[in-house]
């Protein structure tokens, strides 16, 4: 009976393998010979399961999305039954920011792809209405006369905010204080 | 008479060549080869003057920041004398938002340097100390009661807004309308 290759174990291999290569050694170390290293695998089994960098990159920042997502739900489904939209909104950004060793893992890689995404737009179409979707939601939950341009302003600090985490400039105590700061102007 | 050797120029040659590697093909193209390649030397001559990748880096995030200072200068003196406190951050920081084609390639030069710097903290030991003075001077053009929470947030709103334009998720317009409607929040 030939041997059935588990494909998808395959595939999650070599996604952790590029996961770890591109957490830690960053964006350049992100190619087919040094995932297939780290995954313990051929270059051409890497190519069989991800033939460009573009797809690499990508398929990283969907693990990356997945997992906020993840982290949000969590975080959310332990606030109970209707929490205050500003409750609602800290506790979204806060699970979004790198604020761990786990959470700082993602954010270098959502950093390197942010980066590498900037010199080849066609690499991040989903991007875009990503953000407009984010913009959209947290508009519904503002106070604010100008709720879509305050919320689009409130996910650039998120943003910055992990940025100056990752960078060393802002500890986690620091960035959690410039959040209440920004939620205290944005709720009155 | 032997011939002499202009180091400065050869420096600003290599520097101009990184820099346009760096704006063009991002971070990981920023090599000794590539760099060689488009200032038309030898990679030894790249080596000479740069000796590592840390020190390429550095020197390129030292130009941007340069540019970008000669930026502030020259929109704040535009503005006359004594400018409200209101107009001249709003002055500096779209002096510092990567709104046009110059100012996007600086802005991926800087967007490359910071997921650099995020998996090499070493890379980057000025950071920390140059985010702080500025969040301190901020400080002091702000009325609100956490002048310096609220400094920190504008820079990260700031640093937010310069990864969207650059990703293409916000327009120049949107990003200033952003900008402004978070400077109504805090000049209230």
């Known amino acids: 009976m030939p ?3 588990d494909h998808q174990a395959r595939r999650t291999l070599i996604a952790n393998a590029l996961m770890r290569v591109a957490a830690e050694q960053g964006l350049e170390a992100v190619s087919l010979r040094h995932v297939a290293a780290e995954a313990g695998v051929s270059a051409g089994m890497v190519q069989h399961y991800f033939r460009t ?8 920042l969907d693990v990356v999305r997945e997992r906020g997502q993840a982290r949000i739900t969590e975080a959310v489904g332990r606030l109970g039954p209707d929490p205050s939209p500003r409750l609602l909104l800290r506790t979204m950004i806060a699970a979004l920011l790198p604020l761990d060793d786990r959470t ?12 590498y995404a900037a010199v080849r737009p066609a690499a991040a179409p989903g991007l875009r209405d990503d953000t407009a979707q984010l913009v959209e939601f947290i508009a519904t939950l503002l106070p604010t006369r100008d709720a879509k341009p305050a919320a ?3 996910l650039a600090l998120m943003e910055g905010l992990g ?15 410039v959040l209440d700061t920004h939620l205290d102007l944005l709720f009155g």
């Open 3 to 5: 041997k059935k290759v």
């Open 104 to 115: 700082r893992d993602d954010g270098r890689v959502a950093l390197a792809f942010l980066a």
């Open 53 to 60: 960098k573009d797809e690499m990159m990508t398929f990283a």
């Open 152 to 154: 689009a302003g409130l």
């Open 163 to 177: 940025i100056y985490l990752l960078g060393g400039q802002y500890t986690p105590e620091q960035a959690l204080t």
